[in-house]
């Protein structure tokens, strides 16, 4: 019988029973493998060539072993596609922090070829995804209205208190430290808060996402902020088609900066609407909502670990390593726009956000709900 088997599989390849798949450095002795099983395990080799950058076994056994170029906030997102349930790179980052913590992992972005990698943390959140009550979820019919997905999303997972409709710690917070520095009037915060969360349902992103987001550009919500050239809570340039055109404000940019928060916010929508922030996917991600902001042209790269093309001086923050010399990508924006938001708001880093295990619950659901074979 004539077969495609490709021999370096098998070099790179041991199973420790017929139902694990381990991959591992070359060297190792396959075991012997009983002909009644051969078929199951080839196919399972296949799958994994068709799936992995991550190497993972056999999706129920949770554990890893990382391979050359893993990440893993890529393991994640590429366990949780493998069962089903794929979530969006900004999600898999604050998964990877659960995953680190329950190995021991002081730092998530550090880990090394041929680490074993226990994935048991991910289990929790599949279930919760898997449980929801019969009586919250959404008919698939009516997600074929991409314009108004979120919202019926949203109202479907009420009474399990919605993605939306969550506790928000991080915006919260960035909105308290706004309210004491000044930027925000204190009578104005409800308003402005409220006034989040319908952008957040309308373009489909996380609010804390938002907060993250001003936190780079404007130290969380300055109206203020500006470098001569940019201006604003998220940094309106001059220059036509540019951020102050799309406000209205091309012939005199600097007058934005004359606008509270509450007036700057309906400016955002007018620059979300404009740049087609609503359609980057079933959910926007924390990466094309700040690339929405930077450089909008630049989500056409949706590649995590790849180089973007923007222009001029950006904060080390957003570059591979925090090192200007380096370019950045997905990944790295990702990664920058947490930690500065942890820096700032004075958050352990070894916790993405204060109680974001229930937000990283609800933004799996959504998710989960509006596609279920949606990868970003």
Do not use: W
Request: contains cysteine; proline residues 6%.
């Amino acid at each position: 019988m004539a077969t495609n088997l490709d021999p370096k599989a098998f070099i790179r390849t041991s199973f420790t029973n017929a139902d694990q798949l381990v991959r591992t450095p070359r060297g190792l002795e396959a075991p012997n493998l009983g002909p009644q099983n051969f078929a199951q395990t080839f196919q399972s080799v296949q799958q994994v060539g068709r799936v992995n950058t991550s190497s993972f076994l056999n999706p129920s056994v949770p554990s890893v072993s990382v391979q050359s170029g893993d990440t893993l906030a890529g393991i994640v997102k590429n366990y949780m596609a493998a069962n089903g349930q794929p979530v969006s790179y900004s999600d898999a980052l604050r998964l990877s922090q659960d995953v680190a913590k329950t190995n021991g992992i002081a730092n998530a972005n550090l880990i090394y070829p041929g680490q074993r990698i226990q994935l048991s943390a991910l289990i929790t959140h599949k279930e919760n995804v898997a449980t929801i009550p019969a009586t919250n979820t959404i008919n698939p019919s009516i997600l074929n209205n991409s314009s108004k997905t979120l919202t019926t999303a949203t109202s479907a997972l009420q009474g399990l208190g919605s993605f939306i409709g969550g506790t928000n710690p991080l915006l919260n917070k960035t909105l308290d430290r706004a309210v004491e520095k000044g930027f925000i009037p204190a009578q104005d915060r409800q308003a402005v808060y409220d006034k989040i969360l319908g952008m957040a349902q309308n373009f489909k992103f996380a609010p804390d996402d938002f907060a993250r987001l001003t936190l780079m550009e404007s130290d969380g919500m300055n109206p203020k902020a500006s470098n001569n050239r940019c201006h604003g809570i998220i940094q309106f340039c001059d220059g036509p088609d540019r951020g102050a055109a799309s406000a209205g404000f091309a012939s005199n940019p600097k007058a934005i900066l004359n606008h509270s928060v509450l007036q700057q916010l309906d400016m955002v929508s007018k620059y979300f609407e404009q740049t087609g922030l609503r359609n980057q996917g079933p959910f926007a991600g924390l990466d094309d909502l700040y690339l929405t902001v930077l450089t909008p042209a630049a989500r056409s790269e949706t590649r995590p670990h790849v180089g973007l093309n923007i222009a001029g001086t950006q904060s080390p923050y957003l570059h591979v390593n925090r090192d200007r010399k380096s370019p950045i990508t997905r990944e790295s924006i990702v990664q920058g726009l947490h930690q500065n938001a942890n820096d700032r708001l004075k958050i352990d880093s070894s916790s993405t956000e204060p109680s974001a295990t229930n937000n990283r619950a609800q933004s799996l659901r959504v998710s989960a709900y509006l596609n279920a074979n949606y990868i970003r």
